[in-house]
C-alpha cells in the first residue's frame, strides 16, 4: 500500500490550520482527542459481546437496568462511550465543558485541570438500540465556543446557542469499515480508520449530497401521529410512478440516525423523525443540541438541507439541553418539497386518495 496515498486527519487538520494564522492549535488539539475517543469506541463495539460489551447498563445494585434523563434504558456500551468522550477531552486545557445525551447536566471540567474556550456536546452512541443486533451506531459531536467567563463553571445557557453558531460537527459510524465525517464549516470531509495503523485516513474529499432523490426514510409506524403535510409526502411517494410524483420511491429505516445520515450523504435520500401527535410532551423523537444540530451542520455544508419543516433547524433558538425536535434533512429538493407542504393550507394537503378519504379536515 503506497504510503502517501491517503492523508491522515493530523495532516489534514494542520493543513486547514495554516489557513488561520492566527490559530492557537486548541482547536485541533481538540479534534484529534475527540478521534481518540472515537477510537477506543471503535474497539469497544468490534470487541462486543467478547468483552462481555452487549446488553443493558445495570444500576448501583448491579440488578435494575439504568436509565438516562430521557428514561431509555442505558446499554452498556452507551455509559462506556460516554466515559471515553469525558477521559479524552477533560484534561487537554481546550473545553469550558460538555455535554451529552447521557448525563442531566453539564458536565465541568475539574479543577485540577485548564479549561478552553470550547464546548463538546455529544451523543457517544447513536442508535444503542441496535447494538445488541450487530447494526451499525455512531458518534455524533458538535463543538460551540464559550461565550462569557471562561474561569467560571459552565451552565446550561451557555449550550442553548443556535445550530448555525457550531465551529465545527461531526459524527463517527461504526459500521463494516469506521469513518470519521467532518465539517469545520467548509465543506465536508470523510476519513476511514485505518486499523493497522490506527488512523484516521482522508478518503473522502468535499462530500456532496445529490439535489434529488428517490429514497426516503421515516418510521411508518408512526403513520397514525404524523401531521398532515407528513402524510401527504409519504402517501405520494408510496404513489410512485402513478401519482403526483410521477416517479418510484425507495424505502430504508434503520433506527440508526447517523447510519441514515451516513446513507444520505453518500447518495442522497430524505430523512424524517417529524413532529407527530403520539406523545404532546415530546416535540420530535431526536435531540436538538447533539442530533440534530450536528448533523444539520454536515447535511447543509454537504449541499442538502434540514429542516424542522416549518423552518431552518440550524436557526431554532435552543430552550433546554435535552431539548426534542422534529426533524427533516437530506437532498436539498426534496426537503424543500416537504417544506412547502407545511406552508399548504390543510384542507388543500388532502388530495391523496391515500388520507383524502379519512377527512381529519372534513366537517
Ligand atoms: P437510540 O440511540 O436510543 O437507539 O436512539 C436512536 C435514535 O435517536 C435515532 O438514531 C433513530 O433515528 C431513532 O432514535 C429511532 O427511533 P425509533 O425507535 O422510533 O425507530
Redesign the pocket.
Known sequence: MPIRKHITLTQYLIEERRRYPGADGEFNSLMLDVALACKAIANAVAQGELAGLHGDHLDASGEAQSTNIQG?TQKKLDVLSNDYFIRMNEWSGTLAGMASEEMEYPYQIPSHYPRGKYLLVF?P??????IDVNVSVGSIFSILRRNGDLNTDVEEADFLQKGAKQVAAGYALYGPTTMLILTVGRGVVGFTLDPVLGEFMLTHKNIQIPEDTQEFAI?AS?SRFWEPPIKRYIAECLEGKTGARGKEFNMR?I????A?AHRILMRGGVFM?PRDTKDPSKPG??RLLY?ANPIGMIIEQAGGKVSTGREALLDVQPTSLHQRIGVVFGSRNEVELIESYHKTPATEAFHSPLFGERGLFRK
Open positions: 431509555e451523543d452512541l447513536d442508535g444503542s438500540s441496535n418510521n408512526n429505516w433506527a440508526s440516525m447517523v441514515e423523525y423523537r431526536l442530533e
